[in-house]
């Protein structure tokens, strides 16, 4: 079966206990896409694993927390072990390339000038607060 991986990192600010380390999208051919799979870490172990994406169910556990479902998962042991293995290993190169290209560019880029402006914003039932702007510097007009 042919199958790609995409696979973002994911940087925790400010929790640095964050157990969330990536999302990986995976393209069946040219016909199917699943996307949300978490990459995860096992912070007693130290060890990285895959969720599948999953939903909150309206179902409680024994202990009154939430019962959360899988959306899909490999149907057979094989393929899901494949895929997990494949995963983990894009998440690894991808990691493994921001550090090396952080550590080849340091300092090569200079960041634009931007300013910010944010303007106060409320609608009822909306969770936006506010709208901001970015404004960068014209950086052509010292060149010409």
Same mark, same amino acid.
């Given at each position: 079966? $042919?199958?790609?991986?995409?696979?973002?990192?994911?940087?925790? #600010? %400010?929790?640095?206990?964050?157990?969330? $380390? *990536?999302?990986?999208?995976?393209?069946? %051919?040219?016909?199917?896409k699943?996307?949300?799979?978490?990459i995860?870490?096992? $912070? +007693?172990? *130290?060890?990285?694993?895959?969720?599948?994406?999953?939903?909150?169910?309206?179902e $409680?556990?024994?202990? *009154? *927390?939430?019962?959360? #479902?899988?959306?899909?998962?490999?149907?057979?042991?094989?393929? &899901?072990?494949?895929?997990?293995?494949?995963?983990?290993?894009e998440?690894?190169?991808?990691? !493994?390339?921001?550090?090396?290209?952080?550590?080849?560019?340091?300092?090569?880029? !200079?960041?634009?000038?931007?300013?910010?402006?944010?303007?106060?914003?409320? &609608? +009822?039932?909306?969770?936006? &607060?506010?709208?901001? &702007?970015?404004?960068?510097?014209?950086?052509?007009?010292s060149?010409m």
């Amino acid at each position: 079966m $042919k199958y790609s991986i995409k696979v973002n990192e994911v940087k925790a #600010k %400010g929790d640095q206990d964050s157990s969330l $380390k *990536g999302f990986a999208t995976v393209v069946f %051919g040219d016909s199917f896409k699943i996307t949300n799979i978490a990459i995860l870490e096992n $912070k +007693e172990k *130290g060890e990285l694993f895959v969720s599948m994406p999953r939903y909150k169910s309206n179902e $409680k556990d024994a202990n *009154g *927390g939430s019962v959360y #479902k899988d959306v899909c998962n490999p149907i057979t042991a094989e393929f &899901r072990e494949e895929l997990y293995t494949n995963i983990l290993e894009e998440y690894n190169k991808v990691v !493994a390339n921001e550090n090396k290209d952080m550590a080849e560019d340091k300092g090569s880029i !200079a960041a634009p000038e931007f300013s910010v402006t944010v303007t106060p914003f409320t &609608r +009822e039932n909306s969770n936006i &607060r506010g709208l901001a &702007r970015i404004y960068f510097e014209d950086s052509l007009s010292s060149t010409m």
